[in-house]
């Protein structure tokens, strides 16, 4: 059974900086499938934030693009989302995707408040 688990999420000052993971268990490699992040703000849809591929490429939201960055490490089963430059609309919580199926994590809340 596949679990995902998000970790990294905190509060923090507009301009700061954090840095999401995921790691995946019960699946046999990451690298073989498209990873996402997503973030979901209170009364707002669920959006896509970045996705790398099974190739590696990666893309991103026009809101983060420049200020985001997704990576994976393949020996961990893990991506990660480092987030820079933070901005009060960034504040939402965050979830980690595998595939393009049902297999969501549980998120991690992200505020960016002074």
């Known amino acids: 059974q596949v679990r995902l688990v998000e970790s990294g999420g905190g509060l923090v000052q507009p301009g700061g900086s954090l840095r999401l993971s995921c790691v995946a268990s019960g699946f046999s490699a990451i690298r073989n499938v498209i990873m996402s992040w997503y973030r979901q703000a209170p009364g707002k849809e669920r959006e896509l934030v970045a996705r790398?591929?099974?190739?590696?490429?990666?893309n991103y939201a026009d809101s983060v693009k420049g200020r985001f960055t997704m990576s994976r490490d393949n020996a961990k089963n893990t991506v990660y989302l480092q987030m820079n430059s933070l901005k009060p609309e960034d504040t939402a919580m965050y979830y980690c995707r595998l595939g393009l199926g049902a297999d969501w994590g549980q998120g991690t809340q992200v505020t960016v408040s002074s």
């Open positions: 790398i591929t099974y190739g590696g490429s990666t």
